[in-house]
């Protein structure tokens, strides 16, 4: 049974170095409670994979201009300058992949893959240094699944098993993170009585999930 | 109709009843205004929706409802959410029919750089390449030059390819090109353009192929 903490607890689970999972597509399915919680603690040198790092002073962005993130994973940074600068300043380690290798490497990572082929990005920039194997007469690109030491994710609703449900675009990355890190702490709206969620409707089964951390007023 | 609106309507005129669509920013978010009325195509949004309708009235806007260029939007009668793995599933997979993109700049073989800003750190990629890799017909919807009047459509490009795979069809304000066996074709010219203005404002050579009722124009 998924175990119910607060945010601070929650950050009290992150270590210095650490690599984290932060769901989210910008600020829409980002656990913002946690991440501002994160950005009053202390932890330092992380690694953070996630599509993008939040917007300017915003959600992941915080800890961007704190210089607590080593190294970051994803697909879409250009939307922050604070992160664009950071880089330059060789402040900011970033590894960008295609959304969609970002996501199927997650998703990799959680269901025990090492990595797979991908034809996205042969003959790009992004193919550079990366195997390159011939499959039917087709190129492809070998990329290595991710995983996590904590997935910080976003759900709508939990029941006190752990499953959850995830409200309309907010989905995202957050199932595939679900599954891919050591220890994973989902953020909702609310904890409703278990057999209160349909089983049809489980997106994430509780076994995926550790902690519930009930969403807090967001200080954006 | 500005230019912007005639690429939009031309454009439009692509898509077939039941076509899966996916839209990427600016010109190309405007195309399903101008849809005939027994066209209906279904919207994906890479960030996890088929099925995406309108958007909303500021004061509809929901916060966990957005399109891939985080705008809110509203969803139809029969659409459906999924993660980000399903939908990059779907791209590259191709069970999208279409994708319609704006971009920086087009060779002359038609493959397409809409990634990689000039002078700017190369830090950001989307779905830009998936798409490019999986969508059954791509076809640009672009201005024929760029903000200093200069040629989008160029002999080679200096910035980072997308895709080696070129584009199916290009639609300009000026021209629509179709790209055949590595080569550009005119296809046809815009109400108000002539072929030397196109040949003036393109940077690449292309055959001349006119289609429909491009011979009553005279050209």
Redesign the interface.
């Known amino acids: 049974m998924a175990k119910i903490i607060d945010a601070k607890e929650a950050v009290a689970l992150i270590k210095d170095g650490d690599c984290l999972m932060v769901g989210g ?2 600020l ?2 980002c656990p913002l409670t946690i991440v501002n919680e994160l950005s009053q603690s202390h932890a330092k040198d992380l690694t953070i994979i996630s ?1 993008n790092l939040g917007e300017p002073g915003k959600g992941l962005g915080v800890l961007v201009l704190q210089k607590r993130v080593k190294k970051a994973i994803g ?5 922050n300058p604070d ?2 600068q950071a ?2 300043k060789g402040e900011l380690e ?1 590894q ?9 490497a ?2 990799a990572g959680g269901a025990g893959i090492g990595g797979f082929y ?9 193919a550079e240094g990366k195997e390159r194997k011939l499959i039917n007469g087709k190129e492809y690109l070998f990329e290595p699944s991710l995983r996590a030491d904590v997935a910080l994710i976003r759900a709508y609703k939990a029941d006190r098993l752990g499953n959850l449900i ?11 993170m679900a599954t891919a890190a050591a220890t994973v702490i989902a953020e909702v709206d609310e904890i409703v009585d278990v057999g209160a969620l349909s089983a049809e409707e489980i ?1 994430t089964p509780h076994l995926f999930v550790d902690y519930l951390t009930v969403k807090g007023e967001c200080r954006l | 109709m500005k230019a912007k609106e005639y690429i939009a309507a031309r454009t439009a005129k692509e898509l077939q009843d039941g076509d899966v669509v996916n839209l990427g920013i600016g010109i190309p978010t405007l195309v399903v205004d101008y849809l005939p009325r027994d066209v209906r195509v279904f919207v994906h ?5 088929l099925g995406v309708g309108p958007s909303p009235g500021p004061e509809h806007a ?7 260029g ?1 705008l809110p939007v509203t ?1 139809e009668e029969g659409s459906s ?5 399903a ?3 779907m ?2 997979g191709g069970h999208v029919d279409v994708t319609i993109l704006g971009t920086l700049e087009i060779n002359q073989r038609g493959q397409i750089a809409n990634w ?2 000039p002078g ?11 798409l490019l ?2 969508a059954g017909k791509v076809i640009v919807a672009t201005m024929h030059t760029n903000k200093d009047g200069q040629p989008k459509i160029v002999k080679e490009t200096s910035l ?5 795979r070129p584009v199916d069809l290009i639609v300009t304000e000026l021209a629509v090109f179709c790209v055949r066996d590595g080569r550009l074709r005119l296809i046809e010219l815009a109400p108000h353009s002539t072929l030397e203005e196109v040949r003036q404002k393109t940077g690449a050579e292309f055959d001349i192929e006119w289609r429909e009722n491009m011979e009553t124009k005279g050209v």
Do not use: C, H, W
């Open positions: 597509f910008g829409v399915g599509n697909s879409y940074f250009t939307s992160v664009v880089n330059q970033i960008l992949l295609p959304q969609g290798t970002l996501a199927e997650i998703r991908t034809p996205t990005g042969v003959g790009t920039k992004l995830y409200r309309k675009s907010s989905r995202n990355f957050n199932p595939m997106v | 949004s890479e960030n996890g929706i929901d916060a966990d409802l957005v399109n891939a985080k969803v959410f999924f993660d980000s793995a939908s990059f599933g791209i590259r990689a800003v700017k750190a190369v830090l950001g990629v989307g779905g830009a390449m998936d890799e999986g980072e390819l997308t895709s080696l």
